[in-house]
């Protein structure tokens, strides 16, 4: 049981260029999301999904776009990448039901932006 | 909007010994879970402890326990027995349940353990 999945691990980019991080999660959860983590901010919501079709914005959603390609697969999109993206990406997913169930991570993509 | 504070950027505690992490937080709702994850250095984000705002007793998961003050919004996190696999950062969130099947959570900013030998 793979989890959450995120691909690539690592990339570097130059400013302006586009980019597409992936995400699947396999344990059939409804809900997924993307969080960027940067030194002394902890985790921020960039875009979620509460279901396969619909996407919503987060707290800091401003530079980057987001497709729900089916209940596996949830992508984040740098159209043209700029140095202040530059972050460790996580994504995550969690169950349809249940009050208390928590959220589970993929392990991250570490992306700089030169 | 939900905030969640962690005071205490970094710590520090012997092997063997216990320490105590602070965690609060801002709210008007009633009904929310809490929760506390570790990211030790492979970055993993691994869920450590939660619990339910309604139940009084605080949750124990072995060497892990909170302290849940819900009238003081509180939620600090013990280590017991302290390991040197301990050592990561620890983030404490904050999740009110947003209708169907979305839960967002909203993360302090983190607190970094060190377990000395």
């Known amino acids: 049981n793979a989890g959450v999945t995120q691909t690539p691990k690592f990339q570097v980019l130059k400013t302006g260029q586009s980019m597409t991080l992936q995400c699947a999660q396999d344990?059939?959860?409804?809900?997924m999301y993307w969080y960027r983590q940067d030194p002394g901010m902890g985790l921020r919501l960039i875009y979620y999904?509460?279901?396969?079709?619909?996407?919503d914005k987060g707290e800091v959603p401003n530079g980057y776009n987001v497709s729900r390609l089916n209940k596996r697969e949830f992508s984040l999109r740098l159209e043209s990448a700029a140095p202040s993206q530059t972050s460790v990406y996580f994504c995550?997913?969690?169950?349809?039901?249940?009050?208390?169930?928590?959220?589970?991570f993929g392990d991250g993509t570490r992306l700089s932006i030169l | 909007a939900q905030t969640v504070t962690q005071s205490q950027p970094e710590m520090s505690v012997q092997e063997a010994e216990t320490v105590t992490l602070s965690c609060t937080y801002d709210?008007?709702?009633?009904?929310?879970?809490l929760f506390w994850y570790k990211q030790p250095p492979s970055r993993q984000m691994i869920l450590v402890i939660r619990q339910e705002a309604y139940k009084q007793q605080n949750a124990t998961e072995n060497r892990f326990s909170v302290n849940f003050q819900k009238a003081a919004k509180s939620f600090s996190l013990k280590i017991s027995d302290s390991q040197l696999g301990d050592t990561a950062m620890y983030f404490c969130?904050?999740?009110?349940?947003?209708?169907?099947?979305?839960?967002?959570?909203?993360f302090g900013k983190g607190t970094l353990l060190t377990v000395n030998p």
């Open positions: 709210t008007s709702e009633n009904n929310y879970y």
């Open positions: 999904s509460a279901s396969e079709g619909t996407t």
């Open positions: 995550a997913s969690s169950p349809p039901v249940g009050r208390n169930q928590p959220q589970h």
């Open positions: 969130a904050f999740m009110k349940p947003s209708g169907g099947s979305n839960y967002k959570l909203t």
């Open positions: 344990m059939n959860h409804n809900s």
